[in-house]
């Protein structure tokens, strides 16, 4: 932005005086300050006219007037277009931002902040600069947050040399830096120019690690796998050409970087890695990471830390640790996980038997594939005989090979072993019982889960159950299995079995077991590497394998058997609830009778359920009125709570059976876990979600099929190695377990469900309510993302997906909420304000409605409007929004008056002759002359100024049909035009006759609108001497209308007779003032417009148009009506004819024509 770069001294000859200078001074003092905005920058704008508004003492009064010298472009003509709403310079500067400042610029310029870093090779005074810019117009950092965040965002040179210690303020950093940077200047001019050009990826002399594999520990990598594995999930690589060298001296050229979410010790950042060809380890955590983070270095022997390679979840839940623990944690995991790629084969110590109910061999058709689908099965089989995992067989059995294609397009190899489980005794060896398993992990400060590789294959098959797993596979015969297969549903009663015997209860309470998830939890950190050393040594032998990439070590913070677990305690997994804690704010009678049926169902564990859900039920009523105010959002948020806390929701009795309710919608999926316990039916837990755009092609018995397998996913933790039932209300759905053959999406679910023992029943849908309505709870959302808010779902979607993305949004009381930091005066609101619910486009115009039009709200204006609203709510656009909705209320266009200048600018009508318009009106009544006249009827030559002036007893119609027949027409000839006022007298049937005759043309002046007839100027000068030179023409109307100046009525006044002039003379006179008579007029029409129209705006309505006619009402006594009361405007009318450029004729709604009325007595419709 142009503008000057120095701030000018406070002159004492200029500071602000005891009364204001003159306009012209104040606009040509700020005109000479050079600033100059055109839509660039508006922060740096109204900081520059801060600084010198404070340096020349200037006033706001006096910057609001200047403010045409400040503006370029199209801000000059934003600022004409709506200077009438601005009265202070404090409503400018709101009106300023919201119009140049982008929506969300708060949030924009707190991810500026967080990505501004230091730049390689940028100087920190230039960084530091820049940064804290961003800070101050951000506003709401302290000095320390200030520091604290130059200091996170610093080059990891830089923290290198400067320790977190030693950053105590702005200033001892900055000096710090400029320490560094004078040392680091020094080293580079000792250093040949060679190296001097050739960038180096390697830490400092004083930082070297020499056993390290990498020279360049300072940059975190990822090898190309885990960038694969990101770009599946959205992430875009971005381009880079550059080198770094390894530490054989052989440089690798580095042509891409991906950008990942990191979390570590509570703190979320996103960080850039290199791409880096061959390494050999998922991700390479670097001191610029560990820096950003703000987490201890590692020591010298930690160089490299290899993490989970799932992206988002790199260090997730890391406990901060000391160096020293750090070394110790690094040190025994490479010893202890080095350990087992030496175990090799199956464990010895317990192997799975299949119990028949019958003899009868069971054996299934096999099916023919195509060849591509054949080489997928050729490969799978090829690698498990390899690894020896099946084996060639001569069995009497059979299960069909089937193929899933999975998500990422890659296939899955599965056996159908339903007909096999069918005839298979379940093992009831008991599974854990969950509450007890998680009262022993209470307050543990350090947690690790542990994963063994391919568990189920880890354990063997005897020898006389190995027949009865045979497949067929074309071209290799029948193969079957020497390991334990997936899908076999006593295969989890097995695998729980292996774990407590090699375990031990002796472990207890720090190592637990529940199927294939291990956790130990400790108290200290000695403890825990003393527990993970022991369960390391009883894997090994076993002969168990552990998987190193699905292990989680040191966590403090776990979700397990769905409940969230760490040194504060044991509380539910809010997924747990979700369904009904995000359940949205009804906005439908529809929607209001859904969720009362979920509600109704658990009436009985809810106290005072009917006093709770009154408010609710009273909109179910027949001919309620449809309101959603306080009362009823208190309720539903009040039985929202009931249905999600105790009793409804109970803790599971895994002695007692489960039952799960499944249902599907066209909209969602909706499952309620449920028990039947002492007290009833209990909740154990529910779930729901929408149905994607694929899912919505489904037919009916696929989206029933589908609601069974999410549902089962969700409740995994509880059903799994029990015996449940699925009640659907989908009578088609008892196929499922009976289905021939399944493939594509039905074998993949049939796959993923065999290894669970269950049975489906039918159950009517009038009985089926809560699942029912859980699955048509979406609905509501799905319709309102469908209708309206692109922004609203982009949101709620990143924050499911990407929450790192969206630091400044979260979910509360399932509705979407933005952090506000300062309010529209940049005042920092209270913490607990700063929290707006976002509202959907769909949802606006009832907020808008309830906020500007209910009685109680005010109909106030735009600027008060918008301070109510935001106080509470926020949605992209909402100035320009509320401003539409409080321009369109009819209330308010009929009852608020116009802050605008009045419309229509003097347009003057052409006169060319004397007598062609002479304006009419009527003065009086007067005191009664001595004749017993009381009223003088004016008529006004238009061109010549004439007056003439007829004294009248009465003002009749008759009386002044006369006087204008004797005074104009019979004296000076018939006029081509009329004009007069909207009197009775002057609207006659006389006079309108009088028109008809002569052929005159008569035209009324607007009601209220004097300035429309020049002969009421005329009636205030009828005591001026008529001989007077009129200031218009030039000349006496005497003149212009006899050609020669009337005789004064005293001898001594009167001129000498001039000698007589010839008649061709006399009328070339005249003929030669008439026209400078029209040159005169053309003159002072444009100077009376000059200024007329500085107070007036130049408006037009055009035919077909809506306004607003101005109401002109009388207060009436008798009536008990006060006119102050009334609605200032009426309408809307429609224009219907232009008379001339300021005057209409309009027609209302009943077809009644309003004739004649002044713009200026009009406003534009703005509604719909």
Same mark, same amino acid.
């Given at each position: 932005? +142009?503008?000057?770069?120095?701030?000018?001294?406070?002159?004492p000859?200029?500071?602000?005086?005891?009364?204001?200078?003159?306009?012209?001074?104040? %606009?040509?003092?700020?005109r000479?300050?050079?600033?100059?905005?055109?839509?660039?920058?508006?922060?740096?704008?109204?900081?520059?006219?801060?600084?010198?508004?404070?340096?020349?003492?200037?006033?706001?009064?006096?910057?609001?007037?200047?403010?045409?010298?400040?503006?370029r472009?199209?801000?000059?003509?934003?600022?004409?277009?709506?200077?009438?709403?601005?009265h202070?310079?404090?409503?400018?500067?709101?009106?300023?931002?919201?119009?140049?400042?982008?929506?969300?610029?708060?949030?924009?310029?707190?991810?500026?902040?967080?990505?501004?870093?230091?730049?390689?090779?940028?100087?920190?005074?230039?960084?530091?600069?820049?940064?804290?810019?961003?800070?101050?117009?951000?506003?709401?950092?302290?000095?320390?947050?200030?520091t604290?965040?130059?200091?996170?965002?610093l080059d990891?040179?830089y923290?290198?040399y400067?320790?977190?210690?030693?950053?105590?303020?702005?200033?001892?950093?900055?000096?710090r830096?400029?320490?560094?940077?004078?040392?680091?200047?020094?080293?580079r001019?000792?250093?040949?120019?060679?190296?001097?050009?050739?960038?180096?990826?390697?830490?400092?002399?004083?930082?070297?690690?020499?056993?390290?594999?990498?020279?360049?520990?300072?940059?975190?990598?990822?090898?190309?796998?885990?960038?694969?594995?990101?770009?599946?999930?959205?992430?875009?690589?971005?381009?880079?050409?550059?080198?770094?060298?390894?530490?054989?001296?052989?440089p690798?050229?580095?042509?891409?970087?991906?950008?990942?979410?990191?979390?570590?010790?509570?703190?979320?950042?996103?960080?850039?890695?290199?791409?880096?060809?061959?390494?050999?380890?998922?991700? %390479?955590?670097?001191?610029?990471?560990?820096?950003?983070?703000?987490?201890?270095?590692?020591?010298?022997?930690?160089?490299?830390?290899?993490?989970?390679?799932?992206?988002?979840?790199?260090?997730?839940?890391?406990?901060?640790?000391?160096?020293?623990?750090?070394?110790?944690?690094?040190?025994?995991?490479?010893?202890?996980?080095?350990?087992?790629?030496?175990?090799?084969?199956?464990?010895?110590?317990i192997?799975?038997?299949?119990?028949?109910?019958?003899?009868?061999?069971?054996?299934?058709?096999?099916?023919?594939?195509?060849p591509?689908?054949?080489?997928?099965?050729?490969?799978?089989?090829?690698?498990?005989e390899?690894?020896?995992?099946?084996?060639?067989?001569?069995?009497?059995?059979?299960?069909?090979?089937?193929?899933v294609?999975?998500?990422?397009?890659?296939?899955?190899?599965?056996?159908?072993?339903?007909?096999?489980?069918?005839?298979?005794?379940?093992?009831?060896?008991?599974?854990?019982?969950?509450?007890?398993?998680?009262?022993?992990?209470?307050?543990?400060?350090?947690l690790?889960?542990?994963?063994?590789?391919?568990?189920?294959?880890?354990?063997?098959?005897a020898?006389?159950?190995?027949?009865?797993?045979?497949?067929?596979?074309?071209?290799?015969?029948?193969?079957?299995?020497?390991?334990?297969?997936?899908?076999?549903?006593?295969?989890?009663?097995?695998?729980?079995?292996?774990?407590?015997?090699?375990?031990?209860?002796?472990?207890?309470?720090?190592?637990?077991?529940?199927?294939?998830?291990?956790?130990?939890?400790?108290?200290?950190?000695?403890?825990?590497?003393?527990?993970?050393?022991?369960?390391?040594?009883?894997?090994?032998?076993?002969?168990?394998?552990?998987?190193?990439?699905?292990?989680?070590?040191?966590?403090?913070?776990l979700?397990?058997?769905?409940?969230?677990?760490?040194?504060?305690?044991?509380?539910?997994?809010?997924?747990?609830?979700?369904?009904?804690?995000?359940?949205?704010?009804p906005?439908?009678?529809?929607?209001?009778?859904?969720?009362?049926?979920?509600?109704?169902?658990?009436?009985?564990?809810?106290?005072?359920?009917?006093?709770?859900?009154?408010?609710?039920?009273?909109?179910?009523?027949?001919?309620?009125?449809?309101?959603?105010?306080?009362?009823?959002?208190?309720?539903?948020?009040?039985?929202?709570?009931?249905?999600?806390s105790?009793?409804?929701?109970?803790?599971?009795?895994?002695?007692?059976?489960?039952?799960?309710?499944?249902?599907?919608?066209?909209?969602?999926?909706?499952?309620?876990?449920?028990?039947? %316990?002492?007290?009833?039916?209990?909740?154990?837990?529910?779930?729901?979600?929408?149905?994607?755009?694929?899912?919505?092609?489904?037919?009916?018995?696929?989206?029933?099929?589908?609601?069974?397998?999410?549902?089962?996913?969700?409740?995994?933790?509880?059903?799994?190695?029990?015996?449940?039932?699925?009640i659907?209300?989908?009578?088609?759905?008892?196929?499922?377990?009976?289905?021939?053959?399944?493939?594509?999406?039905?074998?993949?679910?049939?796959?993923?469900?065999?290894?669970?023992?269950?049975?489906?029943?039918?159950?009517?849908?009038?009985?089926?309510?809560v699942?029912?309505?859980?699955?048509?709870?979406?609905?509501?959302?799905?319709?309102?993302?469908?209708?309206?808010c692109?922004?609203?779902?982009?949101?709620?979607?990143?924050?499911?997906?990407?929450?790192?993305?969206?630091?400044?949004?979260?979910?509360?009381?399932?509705?979407?909420?933005?952090?506000?930091?300062?309010?529209?005066?940049?005042?920092?609101?209270?913490?607990?304000?700063?929290?707006?619910?976002?509202?959907?486009?769909d949802?606006? +115009?009832?907020?808008?409605?309830?906020?500007?039009?209910?009685?109680?709200?005010?109909?106030?204006?735009?600027?008060?409007?918008?301070?109510?609203?935001?106080q509470?709510?926020?949605?992209?656009?909402?100035?320009?929004?509320?401003?539409?909705?409080?321009?369109?209320?009819?209330?308010?266009?009929?009852?608020?008056?116009?802050?605008?200048?009045?419309?229509?600018?003097?347009?003057?009508?052409?006169?060319?002759?004397?007598?062609?318009?002479?304006?009419?009106?009527?003065?009086?009544?007067?005191p009664?002359?001595?004749?017993?006249?009381?009223?003088?009827?004016?008529?006004?030559?238009?061109?010549?100024?004439?007056?003439?002036?007829?004294?009248?007893?009465?003002?009749?119609?008759?009386?002044?049909?006369?006087?204008?027949?004797?005074?104009?027409?019979?004296?000076?000839?018939?006029?081509?035009?009329?004009?007069?006022?909207?009197?009775?007298?002057?609207k006659?049937?006389?006079?309108?006759?009088l028109?008809?005759?002569?052929?005159?043309?008569?035209?009324?002046s607007?009601?209220?609108?004097?300035?429309?007839?020049?002969?009421?100027?005329?009636?205030?000068?009828?005591?001026?001497?008529?001989?007077?030179?009129?200031?218009?023409?030039?000349?006496?109307?005497?003149?212009?209308?006899?050609?020669?100046?009337?005789?004064?009525?005293?001898?001594?006044?009167?001129?000498?007779?001039?000698?007589?002039?010839?008649?061709?003379?006399?009328?070339?006179?005249?003929?030669?003032?008439?026209?400078?008579?029209?040159?005169?007029?053309?003159?002072?029409?444009?100077?009376?417009?000059?200024?007329?129209? %500085?107070?007036?705006?130049d408006?037009?309505?055009?035919i077909?148009?809506?306004?607003?006619?101005?109401?002109?009402?009388?207060?009436?006594?008798?009536?008990?009506?006060?006119?102050?009361?009334?609605?200032?405007?009426?309408?809307?009318?429609?224009?219907?004819?232009?008379?001339?450029?300021?005057?209409v004729?309009?027609?209302?709604?009943?077809?009644?024509?309003?004739?004649?009325?002044?713009?200026?007595?009009?406003?534009?419709?703005?509604g719909?």
């Open positions: 932005m +142009p503008g000057p770069e120095e701030e000018p001294p406070a002159d000859r200029i500071a602000p005086a005891a009364e204001r200078p003159d306009p012209a001074t104040i %606009l040509n003092q700020i000479k300050w050079g600033l100059h905005f055109e839509g660039k920058d508006p922060f740096a704008f109204l900081e520059r006219i801060e600084e010198l508004k404070r340096a020349y003492g200037y006033t706001d009064d006096w910057l609001l007037l200047g403010l045409p010298e400040l503006l472009g199209d801000p000059l003509l934003w600022y004409r277009n709506n200077r009438e709403a601005w202070t310079w404090a409503e400018f500067c709101q009106g300023f931002r919201l119009q140049y400042l982008p929506p969300g610029y708060r949030s924009q310029i707190k991810r500026e902040i967080q990505g501004r870093r230091q730049q390689s090779g940028e100087s920190f005074s230039r960084y530091a600069t820049a940064l804290l810019t961003l800070m101050r117009r951000a506003g709401g950092f302290t000095a320390q947050e200030q604290e965040q130059l200091y996170e965002n990891p040179e923290q290198l400067i320790r977190p210690a030693e950053a105590t303020s702005v200033t001892e950093l900055s000096a830096a400029a320490e560094y940077e004078r040392i680091a200047q020094r080293r001019e000792r250093q040949p120019e060679a190296k001097r050009n050739h960038e180096h990826a390697v830490a400092a002399a004083a930082y070297s690690r020499e056993d390290c594999c990498w020279r360049c520990s300072e940059i975190s990598f990822v090898n190309p796998t885990t960038a694969n594995l990101a770009q599946r999930q959205g992430i875009a690589l971005q381009p880079v050409e550059k080198q770094v060298t390894l530490a054989d001296g052989t690798v050229p580095i042509t891409h970087t991906i950008t990942l979410p990191i979390t570590a010790a509570g703190r979320t950042a996103r960080h850039t890695f290199q791409i880096l060809p061959n390494l050999d380890r998922p991700v %390479l955590i670097g001191i610029d990471l560990w820096a950003k983070l703000r987490l201890t270095l590692p020591p010298p022997s930690a160089a490299t830390v290899t993490t989970n390679p799932v992206v988002g979840e790199i260090l997730e839940g890391i406990t901060p640790r000391t160096a020293e623990e750090d070394q110790r944690l690094h040190q025994f995991l490479r010893q202890e996980l080095a350990a087992f790629e030496t175990i090799r084969g199956p464990t010895t110590r192997e799975h038997r299949i119990r028949l109910k019958t003899d009868q061999p069971i054996k299934q058709r096999y099916r023919p594939r195509n591509a689908m054949q080489a997928i099965i050729n490969i799978e089989v090829d690698k498990m390899q690894e020896g995992v099946i084996e060639p067989s001569r069995s009497a059995w059979s299960s069909p090979v089937v193929i294609r999975k998500k990422d397009g890659t296939h899955r190899f599965c056996i159908d072993f339903r007909r096999l489980n069918s005839v298979t005794e379940k093992d009831a060896y008991p599974l854990p019982h969950i509450a007890a398993t998680l009262n022993k992990l209470r307050g543990a400060r350090y690790s889960t542990l994963d063994l590789k391919n568990g189920y294959w880890q354990v063997p098959l020898p006389d159950s190995r027949h009865v797993t045979a497949f067929t596979v074309t071209g290799k015969g029948l193969m079957q299995f020497r390991t334990m297969p997936f899908g076999l549903h006593s295969a989890p009663a097995t695998f729980q079995r292996l774990l407590d015997s090699v375990l031990g209860p002796e472990l207890e309470p720090n190592v637990l077991v529940y199927l294939d998830d291990i956790v130990v939890a400790s108290q200290t950190f000695d403890d825990h590497l003393q527990h993970l050393a022991e369960i390391f040594r009883r894997l090994r032998d076993a002969n168990l394998r552990l998987n190193a990439e699905k292990c989680h070590f040191c966590l403090d913070r979700r397990y058997l769905g409940h969230i677990i760490d040194r504060q305690g044991i509380r539910t997994d809010p997924a747990k609830v979700s369904a009904i804690a995000n359940w949205p704010v906005t439908t009678l529809k929607q209001v009778r859904q969720f009362l049926g979920v509600a109704s169902w658990y009436r009985r564990f809810i106290a005072d359920f009917s006093t709770l859900a009154a408010p609710l039920t009273h909109l179910t009523r027949k001919n309620a009125r449809w309101t959603w105010t306080t009362v009823e959002e208190g309720a539903f948020i009040r039985l929202k709570d009931a249905l999600t105790a009793p409804v929701l109970a803790c599971p009795d895994f002695g007692q059976p489960f039952t799960l309710q499944t249902d599907a919608s066209a909209y969602g999926l909706g499952a309620v876990l449920t028990q039947q %316990l002492a007290e009833g039916e209990q909740v154990i837990a529910y779930a729901s979600r929408t149905l994607n755009s694929a899912e919505k092609n489904y037919s009916a018995t696929e989206l029933e099929c589908l609601a069974v397998v999410p549902g089962i996913r969700r409740m995994r933790d509880y059903l799994e190695g029990y015996r449940f039932t699925v659907t209300d989908h009578q088609s759905l008892r196929w499922l377990q009976r289905l021939e053959s399944p493939s594509g999406r039905l074998g993949r679910w049939l796959f993923e469900l065999q290894q669970f023992d269950f049975e489906i029943r039918y159950r009517k849908g009038s009985l089926n309510q699942a029912d309505a859980l699955s048509r709870q979406p609905e509501i959302c799905a319709t309102k993302r469908t209708k309206a692109p922004w609203y779902r982009r949101i709620t979607t990143g924050l499911r997906t990407r929450p790192v993305d969206f630091p400044d949004y979260q979910m509360r009381d399932g509705h979407l909420h933005q952090h506000i930091l300062h309010d529209l005066d940049f005042r920092e609101v209270p913490a607990e304000d700063q929290w707006k619910k976002c509202v959907p486009t949802q606006r +115009p009832a907020l808008l409605q309830r906020l500007h039009n209910d009685p109680t709200a005010g109909h106030m204006g735009t600027a008060k409007t918008m301070t109510s609203i935001a509470l709510y926020y949605w992209p656009g909402m100035f320009r929004d509320i401003a539409r909705h409080v321009r369109a209320c009819d209330i308010c266009l009929a009852h608020k008056a116009s802050q605008q200048r009045p419309a229509g600018n003097l347009h003057t009508a052409p006169v060319a002759a004397p007598w062609h318009q002479v304006s009419v009106d009527l003065v009086g009544p007067l009664r002359s001595n004749h017993g006249h009381t009223w003088l009827l004016t008529m006004q030559d238009r061109f010549t100024k004439w007056l003439e002036v007829a004294p009248l007893r009465k003002a009749t119609s008759v009386n002044v049909t006369r006087a204008l027949t004797d005074r104009v027409i019979y004296r000076h000839g018939c006029p081509q035009w009329l004009i007069s006022d909207n009197g009775t007298q002057l006659s049937r006389q006079l309108e006759k028109m008809t005759t002569f052929g005159i043309q008569h035209r009324t607007p009601p209220y609108t004097p300035q429309c007839n020049p002969v009421e100027r005329a009636n205030r000068t009828l005591k001026t001497m008529l001989a007077q030179y009129h200031e218009t023409t030039g000349h006496s109307p005497a003149y212009l209308n006899c050609g020669r100046e009337l005789a004064r009525p005293h001898p001594e006044d009167r001129r000498q007779p001039a000698t007589a002039l010839v008649p061709d003379v006399v009328h070339r006179h005249l003929q030669d003032a008439y026209e400078l008579v029209r040159v005169h007029l053309a003159r002072a029409s444009q100077r009376q417009a000059k200024h007329y129209n %500085l107070r007036r705006r408006w037009r309505p055009r077909g148009e809506l306004v607003w006619k101005r109401n002109h009402t009388l207060s009436d006594k008798a009536k008990a009506f006060n006119a102050k009361l009334a609605p200032k405007f009426i309408g809307p009318m429609e224009v219907r004819k232009i008379v001339l450029p300021v005057i004729d309009l027609r209302d709604a009943r077809g009644r024509w309003h004739r004649h009325i002044h713009v200026q007595d009009l406003k534009a419709h703005t719909e």
